[in-house]
């Protein structure tokens, strides 16, 4: 007997790839048959089985106020009476800009896109042409989108899949995209000093979160923007996870330090697809058309994709408390985890920035993509299957972060300890 999400992964099997339209989502780092969601609202999910999930996914970070969030939903049913879609200005993007600029450190204009993968491939693009260089730095295990640049040891699916060398990805392009590992500024220093006065720019997740969460070591984002001074290369923060989750300045602001260029997306949109990259008017002004730095889009700027972000947006910086709020129930759920995992005598490590976490089993700290593919990723997924079974839905890879929304409360949090725990004693 079949549950209906398998009928429908079967079904879904035969007309798109791998049944899923983002590879991560086919459950292949942790086995098994994804389910289908037909529904959320607040803390959970609900699949077409019926079943009930706490939801420690949100989207991988938009809903960070939970699902179905009210003022957003009622805001697009209003903006549904004023047609879709114009392809022409509107006062809604100007002010979903106003906004950005109030909230973010450092972006004098910003230009909306449709999804992270665009903003990160766009500053990349600004940064060549701004600096007349081709090479950028990225680290290995961090995941900036599908664009081809970005597709060398990258993390999130392409991690979780194996995949170090994308095919279709042409070698032109894979060399000028050189790796170092993540905090770990001698391997910066050793590139730049291999390729002298070549350097556009280096692209970092100020916390990394797709190759499960990794923060930075102290000083690590400031020597990286001290190394882009020296050398003139523009610092690119790709602050589509963390940005308006960690702090309402992102991790501009929790860590003080200022990246040229800054690339957002998820929770940018509220739930819709929306990306956006900005910085200085210095840079920005090289963007078509007032520069010569191509770039477009047809949606860009949708108005619902513009009212369900702002409205998001405006309830973040309107209470700042919400930030306050994530960060104790993120902090309870990391406390509580590691008492449950102390008390049974096993090891594991949680790494937590704020709102995003996540736990790895392992005996070492994790502080790099090596150290995170070292951690046991068949007990993982016998963790993730177990929770799954018990009304818990976790990223279904070790090489992702989880996200707290502010829906999920002390209920949600003891359930998930429980569970864990009598994982635990089974395992
Ligand atoms: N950058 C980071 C840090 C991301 O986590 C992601 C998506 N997980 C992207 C870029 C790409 O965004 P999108 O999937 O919207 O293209």
Known sequence: MYTHSE??????????????????????????????????????????????????????????????YEPVTKA???????????????????????????MAPNVELIRMVNSGTEACMSALRLARGYTGKNKVIKFEGCYHGHADSFLVTAGSGVASLGIHLVPGVTNGVAQD????????????????????DEVAAIIVEPVAGNMGCVPPHPDF?????????????LLIFDEVMTGFRLAAGGAQELYGVDADLI??????????????????????????PLGKVYQAGTLSGNPLAMRAGYTLLSE????????DELEEKAALLEKSLLETFKVAGRPVRINRVGSMISGFFSENPVIDFSTASASDKKLFS??????????????????????????????????????????????
């Open 76 to 102: 697009l049913q209003q903006q549904l009476q004023f047609s879709l879609s114009y392809g022409a200005p509107t006062e809604l993007e100007l002010q979903m800009a106003e906004l950005i600029k109030e």
């Open 382 to 427: 016998q963790y993730f299957h177990y929770c799954l079974l018990n009304g818990i839905y976790l990223p279904p890879s070790p090489f992702e972060s989880w996200f707290v929304s502010h829906a999920i409360g002390e209920m949600e949090i003891e359930k998930t300890v429980a569970i864990t725990q009598k994982f635990l004693e089974h395992s």
């Open 7 to 68: 009928q429908l992964f079967k079904r879904a099997e035969l007309s798109i790839p791998g049944g899923v339209n983002s590879p991560v989502r086919a459950f292949k780092n942790v086995g098994g048959t994804p389910v289908f969601i037909k529904s959320a609202k607040g803390a959970y999910l609900y699949d077409e089985d019926g079943n009930k999930y706490i939801d420690y996914i949100n989207s991988w970070g938009p809903m960070i106020l939970g699902h179905s």
């Open 177 to 196: 995209t050189l790796t170092a590992a993540y905090n770990d500024i001698q391997s910066v220093k050793d590139l730049i000093a291999q390729c002298k």
């Open 263 to 288: 690339a957002y997306g998820k929770i940018i949109g509220g739930g819709l697809p929306v990306g956006a990259y900005g910085g200085r008017k210095k840079f920005m002004e090289h963007v078509a």
């Open 221 to 233: 984002l400031q020597s990286l923007r001290y190394i882009c001074d020296e050398e003139g290369a």
């Open 316 to 323: 973040l910086q309107k209470n700042r408390n919400l930030y």
